[in-house]
């Protein structure tokens, strides 16, 4: 009881008063915690887990520098506090960017965003039909492809690194532009509003380490552009033939052409258990 006396003695406190709790502070302490959880959330499946747990541990140790009074300790990290906040930033950057795109992709802006812009962004059957004739086809002469169908968050970063198309999308179209020693070929194909907006775009690397080491360029590529999207990525195996669909960071391997209409035509629906998920894991 002295220990604590004698901080309460510090603070100027000279007797106990009960804290009064209302409603708002009640809320207060729930709006925190849910952020707070949700950070942990974000993080830790990534990298960063490791550089948070990094930092508790500057923390920790400000704390016991603080009850020992290492006056040396505590003047190193209460001159480069400011400096250390910038470091965080930089360091985290990747993981702030992807929580601020989540909380952009959350049911509350969507609310106010759907409407007839957001229906005519939808694949409608006919586009489904022709990107399923034209995996399929390309498929069986080992031809490879990956397209990027755009859903709720706009890919027009990705798009300004290709070549704009701006053509009523088909079947033929598709496998002329992935036709082996085409200028249009190598690269990624964005369809917006059942339209091929662009092609050759250029796409993110996944810097995953758990991918799996059979998998080439095309398929990391797909698997960066559904992390930092929600758009549905074809790919097309140059060498295999086969038929994947990477959404959310995750990869679908070795589809038919029915289970790709089927995933592309009824987004919401179930069917992951019938599919082979890679996420640079074993085949589950």
């Given at each position: 009881?002295e220990?604590?006396?004698?901080?309460?003695?510090?603070l100027?406190?000279?007797?106990?008063?009960?804290?009064?709790?209302?409603?708002?502070?009640?809320?207060?302490?729930?709006?925190?915690?849910?952020?707070i959880?949700?950070?942990?959330?974000w993080?830790?499946?990534?990298?960063a887990?490791?550089l948070?747990?990094?930092?508790?541990v500057?923390?920790?140790?400000?704390?016991?520098?603080?009850?020992l009074?290492?006056?040396?300790?505590?003047?190193?990290?209460?001159?480069?506090?400011?400096?250390?906040?910038?470091?965080?930033?930089?360091?985290?950057?990747?993981?702030?960017?992807?929580?601020l795109?989540?909380?952009?992709?959350g049911?509350?802006?969507?609310?106010?965003?759907?409407?007839e812009?957001?229906?005519?962004?939808?694949?409608?059957?006919r586009?489904?039909?022709?990107?399923?004739?034209?995996?399929?086809?390309?498929?069986?002469?080992?031809?490879?492809?990956?397209?990027?169908?755009?859903?709720?968050?706009?890919?027009?970063?990705?798009?300004?690194?290709?070549?704009?198309?701006?053509?009523?999308?088909?079947?033929?179209?598709?496998?002329?532009?992935?036709?082996?020693?085409?200028?249009?070929?190598?690269?990624a194909?964005i369809?917006?509003?059942?339209?091929?907006?662009?092609a050759?775009?250029?796409?993110?690397l996944?810097?995953?380490?758990?991918i799996?080491?059979?998998?080439g360029?095309?398929?990391?590529?797909?698997i960066?552009?559904?992390?930092v999207?929600?758009?549905?990525?074809?790919?097309?195996?140059?060498?295999?033939?086969?038929?994947?669909v990477?959404?959310?960071?995750?990869?679908?391997?070795?589809?038919?052409?029915?289970?790709?209409?089927?995933?592309?035509?009824?987004?919401?629906?179930?069917?992951?258990?019938?599919l082979?998920?890679?996420?640079?894991?074993?085949?589950?």
């Amino acid at each position: 009881m002295e220990i604590f006396k004698g901080i309460f003695d510090r603070l100027g406190v000279t007797e106990f008063a009960r804290p009064s709790i209302g409603i708002s502070d009640v809320l207060d302490i729930l709006i925190v915690a849910y952020i707070i959880y949700k950070i942990i959330f974000w993080i830790k499946e990534t990298r960063a887990w490791v550089l948070f747990k990094g930092v508790l541990v500057i923390f920790a140790l400000a704390a016991v520098a603080t009850l020992l009074k290492l006056n040396t300790i505590i003047w190193i990290l209460s001159n480069t506090i400011s400096v250390g906040i910038i470091a965080v930033i930089v360091v985290f950057q990747p993981e702030l960017r992807k929580a601020l795109e989540q909380l952009g992709k959350g049911r509350f802006f969507s609310y106010f965003t759907r409407g007839e812009e957001e229906e005519g962004s939808k694949a409608n059957a006919r586009t489904v039909e022709e990107i399923v004739k034209a995996a399929g086809k390309m498929g069986a002469v080992k031809t490879g492809a990956l397209i990027l169908i755009e859903q709720e968050v706009p890919l027009g970063d990705l798009e300004r690194t290709g070549i704009p198309i701006d053509a009523i999308i088909s079947s033929q179209l598709l496998i002329n532009i992935f036709e082996h020693n085409t200028p249009l070929h190598d690269g990624a194909v964005i369809v917006r509003r059942n339209r091929v907006a662009a092609a050759t775009c250029f796409l993110p690397l996944t810097d995953s380490n758990e991918i799996s080491m059979e998998l080439g360029t095309r398929h990391r590529a797909a698997i960066g552009a559904s992390e930092v999207s929600d758009a549905y990525v074809i790919v097309v195996s140059e060498e295999t033939g086969a038929i994947s669909v990477a959404r959310g960071g995750v990869l679908y391997r070795n589809l038919t052409t029915e289970q790709l209409r089927n995933m592309l035509s009824q987004p919401q629906k179930g069917g992951r258990a019938k599919l082979s998920i890679w996420k640079g894991r074993q085949e589950k």
